[in-house]
């Protein structure tokens, strides 16, 4: 079952024209800006989530932009430990943000209500349900968390001061839950602003290319179980009221029962089953007007592929997770989708190009207006391997066939290009076919797709969460091997994820590996491509040969971006045996790259 179930009328209308519940209201301290704190609106099952409203102090109805989110509507990002470094970044890239605004109302991945509400905008920031001040049981999104935030919609659609459309903002989480809630077409909502966010739980979120990512633990436990409602241990502060903002505390053992960790659950749904099926927003319902801006290393493309919005648009950006969601130039393209689809502005918006890109050079990137997505005009480039020369190229029937063997648990093989004699440009989505065999019944590939210097040094690149990243990175357990052709194309394979398909030991499989993000990149004359091949992590540890160091990392981990897939259960016995790829003749292996021919 996917997320179409639409909010009852009867009760929505129940809820839309109740009189709001009494809130605290507190000085805002910002001069023109009225602070509603804690206000608790009522949810179909009778559990009240508390929402912080921030509203012009004049008189009349505006629209309303929400989020909702695990975070803590009350946790200053400057204050909380968990976003030290995001804080010291955003301050770093932008010295003058708090004189804009007294930033004491940025929380993290939402957007600043007082560059909005001086702009005529109610800015509505909620608890989910089991973090922050709302109680019940923490489930991130899930299907009741959905409803919850499609009731929210609802109410604010029918308060006296809203015009009675609202759009949603923010980014990551709060970019997520955008696409699910907008599937169930909730009464009022108008626009949504998805920066960053994951469309597809399975692929994106719990498994890549069938292989379990652990790393969401570190997330759990570091950013969303301290705000869990009750957590009377957390060291966030309340920046509102002083103490804690998570309410009254509860046991340890009722904390535990009232939160729905997400990697053991994960691991008990190895497959994409009804449980993912469930959180998977049904793309052909959401039909109202779409941003949604991506990142090359971070999530990407496929909310935007899958609306059936009418009215949408695609920005690809580099960059890391959260300062570009803040800089002048991201408030003004918001304000300018905002200003159009909830307030009527005639400012021209419609006439924006479809889709943007920004190309990445190894020394910087520029903006690049494009009519569609994969980009017109691609033409997709198979360059072939070759294991007796560890080469690669896109000359047909170069590579001589031959077989080599990696330790699963190894390096692997890289297979590496001549110089480009010429600048040349990749733009789009990017795939490897692989004729693999292992001494085992499964194997587990990670492939990196690297730019290599003239001295040989690696290329790295800002990902959304990590300084250093390749140009892309693709994975695939290959019990998990089987391609749906109905929805595949040779850039964009897709694997059902639906049962496991175990290796004869020794015999060859064709097999595509996943790769959930797009790539761009102009190559200079000089540079080479790298593809590596292995059966495990790819990263770079210490001592990389690269062009500048990594400055962070997580913890006992040198893997590249902050989500790792090496789950600490695998079993070496089955993921670490000897594992072959073969290329040439029949078996020809190749990296598929998005050609983009210069334009004149």
């Given at each position: 079952?996917?997320?179409?179930?639409?909010?009852?009328?009867?009760?929505?209308?129940?809820?839309?024209?109740?009189?709001?519940?009494?809130?605290?209201?507190?000085?805002?301290?910002?001069?023109?800006?009225?602070?509603?704190?804690?206000?608790?609106?009522?949810?179909?099952?009778?559990?009240?989530?508390?929402?912080?409203?921030?509203?012009?102090?004049?008189?009349?109805?505006?629209?309303?932009?929400?989020?909702?989110?695990?975070?803590?509507?009350?946790?200053?990002?400057?204050?909380a430990p968990a976003y030290k470094t995001s804080w010291a970044k955003l301050i770093a890239k932008y010295p003058d943000l708090c004189k804009q605004s007294?930033?004491?109302?940025?929380?993290?991945?939402?957007?600043?209500?007082?560059?909005?509400?001086?702009?005529?905008?109610?800015?509505?920031?909620?608890?989910?349900?089991?973090?922050?001040?709302?109680?019940?049981?923490?489930?991130?999104?899930?299907?009741?968390?959905?409803?919850?935030?499609?009731?929210?919609?609802?109410?604010?659609?029918?308060?006296?001061?809203?015009?009675?459309?609202?759009?949603?903002?923010?980014?990551?989480?709060?970019?997520?839950?955008?696409?699910?809630?907008?599937?169930?077409?909730?009464?009022?909502?108008?626009?949504?602003?998805?920066?960053?966010?994951?469309?597809?739980?399975?692929?994106?979120?719990?498994?890549?290319?069938?292989?379990?990512?652990?790393?969401?633990?570190?997330?759990?436990?570091?950013?969303?179980?301290?705000?869990?409602?009750?957590?009377?241990?957390?060291?966030?502060?309340?920046?509102?009221?002083?103490?804690?903002?998570?309410?009254?505390?509860?046991?340890?053992?009722?904390?535990?029962?009232?939160?729905?960790?997400?990697?053991?659950?994960?691991?008990?749904?190895?497959?994409?089953?009804?449980?993912?099926?469930?959180?998977?927003?049904?793309?052909?319902?959401?039909?109202?007007?779409?941003?949604?801006?991506?990142?090359?290393?971070?999530?990407?493309?496929?909310?935007?592929?899958?609306?059936?919005?009418?009215?949408?648009?695609?920005?690809?950006?580099?960059?890391?997770?959260?300062?570009?969601?803040?800089?002048?130039?991201?408030?003004?393209?918001?304000?300018?989708?905002?200003?159009?689809?909830?307030?009527?502005?005639?400012?021209?918006?419609?006439?924006?190009?479809?889709?943007?890109?920004?190309?990445?050079?190894?020394?910087?990137?520029?903006?690049?207006?494009?009519?569609?997505?994969?980009?017109?005009?691609?033409?997709?480039?198979?360059?072939?391997?070759?294991?007796?020369?560890?080469?690669?190229?896109?000359?047909?029937?170069?590579?001589?066939?031959?077989?080599?063997?990696?330790?699963?648990?190894?390096?692997?093989?890289?297979?590496?290009?001549?110089?480009?004699?010429?600048?040349?440009?990749?733009?789009?989505?990017?795939?490897?076919?692989?004729?693999?065999?292992?001494?085992?019944?499964?194997?587990?590939?990670?492939?990196?797709?690297?730019?290599?210097?003239?001295?040989?040094?690696?290329?790295?690149?800002?990902?959304?969460?990590?300084?250093?990243?390749?140009?892309?990175?693709?994975?695939?357990?290959?019990?998990?091997?089987?391609?749906?052709?109905?929805?595949?194309?040779?850039?964009?394979?897709?694997?059902?994820?639906?049962?496991?398909?175990?290796?004869?030991?020794?015999?060859?499989?064709?097999?595509?590996?996943?790769?959930?993000?797009?790539?761009?990149?102009?190559?200079?004359?000089?540079?080479?491509?790298?593809?590596?091949?292995?059966?495990?992590?790819?990263?770079?540890?210490?001592?990389?040969?690269?062009?500048?160091?990594?400055?962070?990392?997580?913890?006992?981990?040198?893997?590249?971006?902050?989500?790792?897939?090496?789950?600490?259960n695998r079993d070496p016995a089955l993921y670490g045996g000897t594992d072959t790829v073969a290329t040439g003749g029949e078996h020809a292996s190749y990296?598929?790259?998005?050609?983009?021919?210069?334009?004149?």
């Amino acid at each position: 079952m996917r997320l179409t179930r639409l909010v009852p009328l009867a009760l929505a209308l129940s809820i839309a024209f109740a009189q709001p519940a009494l809130a605290e209201r507190v000085d805002s301290g910002v001069p023109g800006m009225i602070f509603d704190h804690d206000v608790p609106v009522t949810m179909t099952d009778d559990l009240k989530l508390r929402v912080n409203i921030y509203r012009p102090d004049k008189p009349g109805r505006y629209p309303v932009l929400m989020l909702m989110g695990p975070y803590g509507k009350d946790t200053r990002l400057a204050d909380a430990p968990a976003y030290k470094t995001s804080w010291a970044k955003l301050i770093a890239k932008y010295p003058d943000l708090c004189k804009q605004s007294s930033c004491r109302y940025i929380r993290f991945e939402a957007p600043d209500p007082e560059r909005w509400v001086p702009n005529g905008y109610v800015v509505i920031h909620a608890d989910v349900r089991g973090a922050g001040a709302s109680p019940g049981v923490l489930d991130p999104m899930s299907p009741r968390e959905t409803e919850d935030y499609a009731t929210l919609i609802t109410w604010a659609a029918h308060q006296p001061w809203s015009t009675g459309k609202v759009g949603l903002l923010g980014t990551s989480f709060h970019a997520i839950n955008q696409y699910q809630v907008a599937a169930l077409q909730p009464k009022g909502l108008a626009a949504i602003l998805p920066w960053e966010g994951a469309f597809d739980p399975y692929r994106e979120i719990a498994y890549s290319g069938g292989i379990l990512n652990p790393a969401w633990q570190f997330w759990w436990d570091h950013q969303v179980v301290p705000n869990q409602n009750g957590n009377g241990e957390t060291s966030l502060i309340d920046s509102i009221g002083g103490g804690k903002d998570t309410g009254a505390p509860l046991s340890p053992e009722l904390l535990k029962k009232n939160r729905v960790a997400p990697v053991e659950t994960f691991a008990r749904h190895p497959f994409d089953d009804a449980y993912y099926r469930a959180l998977t927003a049904d793309g052909s319902r959401i039909t109202v007007p779409l941003l949604d801006v991506a990142n090359w290393a971070g999530w990407s493309t496929k909310g935007y592929l899958a609306a059936a919005s009418k009215s949408k648009w695609l920005r690809i950006e580099t960059g890391d997770h959260l300062t570009p969601f803040y800089s002048d130039e991201a408030l003004a393209l918001q304000k300018r989708f905002f200003d159009h689809y909830l307030k009527g502005v005639d400012n021209g918006w419609e006439k924006e190009a479809p889709v943007a890109v920004e190309v990445r050079r190894p020394d910087g990137a520029t903006w690049r207006e494009e009519t569609a997505w994969p980009l017109p005009g691609t033409r997709w480039e198979r360059w072939y391997l070759d294991n007796a020369s560890g080469t690669m190229s896109p000359t047909v029937g170069v590579a001589t066939a031959a077989e080599k063997s990696y330790p699963g648990a190894g390096d692997g093989l890289t297979f590496t290009s001549a110089p480009f004699a010429d600048e040349t440009e990749f733009t789009g989505p990017i795939a490897v076919r692989l004729w693999v065999s292992s001494s085992t019944a499964d194997m587990d590939i990670f492939a990196a797709v690297r730019l290599i210097d003239p001295e040989g040094r690696d290329v790295v690149f800002t990902g959304n969460s990590d300084p250093n990243v390749p140009l892309g990175q693709g994975y695939l357990r290959v019990s998990h091997r089987a391609i749906d052709p109905a929805r595949s194309t040779e850039y964009a394979p897709f694997h059902p994820h639906l049962a496991s398909e175990p290796m004869i030991p020794a015999q060859l499989y064709p097999v595509d590996v996943e790769f959930t993000n797009p790539t761009s990149i102009v190559i200079p004359k000089g540079y080479r491509l790298a593809l590596t091949i292995q059966g495990k992590d790819f990263g770079y540890g210490p001592g990389a040969n690269i062009v500048h160091a990594k400055d962070y990392e997580l913890p006992d981990s040198n893997n590249s971006g902050l989500y790792y897939l090496a789950h600490p259960n695998r079993d070496p016995a089955l993921y670490g045996g000897t594992d072959t790829v073969a290329t040439g003749g029949e078996h020809a292996s190749y990296l598929l790259m998005p050609y983009i021919p210069r334009r004149q």
